[in-house]
Nanobody
Framework: VQLQACGGGLVQAGDSLRLSCAAS????????MGWFRQAPGKEREFVAI????????SYADSVKGRFAISRDNAKNLIYLQMSSLKPEDTAVYYC?????????WGQGTEVTVSS
């Protein structure tokens, strides 16, 4: 199983960025897919999640209204569309796949937002 996240970079406050996570060895449509992030010196935190059955999404309060998680089951991909980025969004972003007790993490993509 491999989750390959990409799309990070250096942007200015207020900009938008879209992260992608390509899955291999598992089927995205069968898994709860999520995005997490870890800022320097901080613990990894939840950002957004998309359930596998109803497509229900949930977001951390800090990103609600600015970030949107989506999935392309045909391409076995998930996305995180990030808008109105703030310096406090600076972190390494990780995608995660979960199905029952099986949990898989991607390698992370770095997002830096300058003020």
């Amino acid at each position: 199983v491999q989750l390959q996240a990409c799309g990070g970079g250096l942007v200015q406050a207020g900009d938008s960025l879209r992260l992608s996570c390509a899955a291999s060895g598992l089927t995205v449509s069968d898994h709860i897919m999520g995005w997490f992030r870890q800022a320097p010196g901080k613990e990894r935190e939840f950002v957004a999640i998309s359930t596998s059955d109803t497509g229900t999404t949930s977001y951390a309060d800090s990103v609600k209204g600015r970030f949107a998680i989506s999935r392309d089951n045909a391409k076995n991909l998930i996305y995180l569309q990030m808008s109105s980025l703030k310096p406090e969004d600076t972190a390494v972003y990780y995608c995660r796949a979960r199905r029952r007790s099986d949990v898989y993490w991607g390698q992370g993509t770095e997002v830096t937002v300058s003020s």
